[in-house]
């Protein structure tokens, strides 16, 4: 990961102090930042010292989904954040996930997988891999259970499951250009992991809905004006746009945390809520035809192509 620009010294641009003392710190604190962490096989993570920041680029093999493998990363990440990152250990402030995939956040959910639990007639394979992606995003939400922000970096597509999994972040920065979508309604289904619940809470149960079954792409600029989209970066500046944004926080940081856990607290959201949507899911893929399967392939297929092109 190493086209993330330095934090700037003493009087640079970001205005973080750094002090030989310090400098001491950060190298105490680098080093004991577990290898397992930067060496998980789809993330690319990063610890800067100097901002107390998590940077993690996915960086999933074959087509940009949410595969077991990937999933099985994530469980990993967050319980190694969450065992050595904190108050009294590693100083941890802001984390932040984005994607290494050129043009795509995530197209969502294993869609191959789908195919073949659905075809078998596996509920309790379907239920399975939802209850675990919503198990992360439920554990994201919360922030760890830490005292830090969270935010999600959009600088492609985000579409299905990638949608909804940046729905789980304190802060949601897209560039111009990014887009967003729920395509499950073309081939009979629903985003069952986490759309209701978030886009409900934040903006109602009638604009949700709407969004849900539109099967239309929203460009960032559109989710930006709902208040999905936080704040709008230009194209390319993502990662800058985010160092900035931390760099003028520091001093508010306190605020900040404690601004989301009241957020939380004013519209609550447990984990059983999201099982059980999880659980109609599953219930309905049963459901899908042999055209509706035919139908979620050919998506499958036009991701991957599309994303072979970019790549």
């Known amino acids: 990961m190493g086209n993330l620009p330095p934090y700037g010294d003493k009087g640079g641009n970001h205005g973080i102090f750094f002090t030989q003392e310090d400098a001491a710190q950060a190298a105490r604190n680098r080093l004991a930042v577990p290898e397992a962490l930067t060496d998980l096989e789809q993330l690319d993570v990063l610890y800067d010292d100097v901002a107390g920041t998590i940077w993690t680029f996915m960086r999933p093999n074959g ?3 949410f595969t077991p493998a990937l999933l099985r990363d994530f469980e990993n990440w967050q319980d190694l954040i969450a065992a050595n990152f904190g108050p009294d250990k590693i100083p941890l402030r802001y984390l932040v996930l984005g ?20 075809r078998a007639q596996d509920r309790e394979g379907l239920a399975a891999y939802g209850h675990r992606c919503v198990a992360i995003l439920d554990r994201n939400r ?30 949601l920065v897209a560039e111009k250009g990014a887009s967003f979508g729920l395509p499950e309604v073309m ?13 409900s809470r934040k903006l109602g149960t009638a604009a ?10 929203y460009s960032a ?3 930006y004006d709902l208040g999905v989209v936080t704040h709008l970066a230009e194209r390319g500046e ?17 605020g900040l945390v404690a601004a989301q856990k009241a957020i939380r607290r004013a519209a609550p959201l447990e984990l059983q809520e999201l099982n059980d949507i999880v659980d109609l899911w599953a219930e309905a893929a049963l459901g899908l035809s042999e055209s509706d399967l035919k139908l979620m392939s050919r998506l499958a297929g036009a991701q991957s192509r599309n994303h072979s092109a970019v790549a």
């Open 63 to 65: 087509r940009p989904s």
């Open 99 to 118: 994607s290494r995939t050129p043009g795509v956040f995530g197209f969502g959910g294993d869609l191959e997988l789908f195919q073949s639990l659905i």
């Open 142 to 171: 919360r922030a760890l259970d830490l005292p830090i922000v969270t935010i999600g970096l959009v600088q492609g597509q985000a579409l299905g499951g990638g949608f909804e999994a940046v729905l789980s972040f304190d802060y």
């Open 187 to 199: 081939f009979g289904l629903f985003p069952g992991m986490g759309a209701h619940a978030i886009l």
């Open 208 to 217: 949700a809905q709407r969004i849900i079954l539109s099967n239309r792409t």
């Open 221 to 223: 600029q559109e989710m």
């Open 238 to 254: 993502g990662v800058a746009y985010v160092q900035d944004f931390i760099a003028k926080n520091q001093r508010r940081h306190g």
